[in-house]
């Protein structure tokens, strides 16, 4: 059984900053790609970044040169770190995790962005 906890949302103002953790748990041998998706009120999911098992990383246009993301393969940890917040970031963010048996995902965190 695999188990992931998000943690790091919450209610930030337009420009400011959050980073979301992601921490993965249970049977896990090795993690391909690891991620973030997100889905906005009235929207669908999105996806937001992913990076491999070799730090080669993707990001939607909407959050280039703001967000970042990251693991750390010894934790079985993806982080999200998000600059620049505006409005229409706010979503639930979603981490997921690709392993050889399928994909994983988080119970999803609430990051809302307004003044």
């Known amino acids: 059984q695999v188990q992931l906890v998000e943690s790091g949302g919450g209610l930030v103002q337009p420009g400011g900053s959050l980073r979301l953790s992601c921490a993965a748990s249970g049977t896990i041998f090795s993690i391909y790609y690891m991620g973030w998706y997100r889905q906005g009120p009235g929207k669908q999911r999105e996806l937001v970044a992913t990076?491999?098992?070799?730090?080669?990383?993707h990001y939607a246009n909407s959050v280039k040169g703001r967000f970042t993301i990251s693991r750390d393969n010894a934790k079985n940890t993806v982080y999200l770190q998000m600059n620049s917040l505006k409005v229409e970031d706010t979503a639930v963010y979603y981490c997921y995790i690709s392993l050889s048996g399928g994909i994983h995902w988080g119970p999803g965190t609430q990051v809302t962005i307004s003044s």
């Open positions: 990076i491999t098992s070799g730090n080669t990383t």
